[in-house]
């Protein structure tokens, strides 16, 4: 099987910080399980039945459940790993105009920093370069993280 990239960019895109993506290394299936699903977990050896959950969620314990208990699962890199600051950073002294990238290079500097930075990439018209930028990045990252995982990738 071969996983997608473009899929893993997606579910990279949408990392959050109260939890992670897994992909199923069986099925090529990704699934984000938030940090509340898994302590759902810490119930169902309780004896909890869950039924104030919504279907969704259900189906969430069960996939958090099989990801704890088989081998059949691999985390994706988590928003930490990605590190969004430095992937703003590199876009900053990636840009032609001296100017332009100097001052948004030290606009990320300090308290503040992402705001300063989107304030400036939508000051100066370049909301679609940076985009452009991240998803190419992001591809990067997804596909070394297949490599290491010695997952095939199209």
């Known amino acids: 099987m071969k996983v997608k990239i473009a899929e893993i960019v997606d579910q990279l895109e949408i990392s959050f910080d109260t939890g992670n993506s897994y992909l199923n290394k069986t099925t090529g299936e990704l699934h984000y399980i938030s940090d509340d699903i898994f302590g759902c977990l ?12 919504a279907d969704w969620e259900r189906d969430l314990v069960a996939v958090a459940k099989e ?24 876009f900053c002294l990636s840009l032609d105009d001296e100017q332009l990238r100097d001052k948004m290079y030290y606009s990320i500097k300090g308290s503040g920093a992402f705001q300063r930075f989107r304030d400036n990439i939508h000051m100066h018209g370049i909301e679609k370069d940076w985009f452009e930028f991240r998803k190419q990045w992001l591809h990067t990252i997804a596909t070394e993280w297949c490599e290491s995982n010695e997952l095939e990738f199209e």
């Not at 810490?42 to 959950?53: N, P, S, V």
């Open 42 to 53: 810490d119930g169902a050896d309780e004896g909890e039945t869950f039924e104030d959950l």
């Open 67 to 90: 990801i704890n208990e088989t081998d059949n699962y691999v985390q994706l890199p988590s928003k930490y790993e990605l590190n969004e600051y430095r992937i703003m950073e590199r």
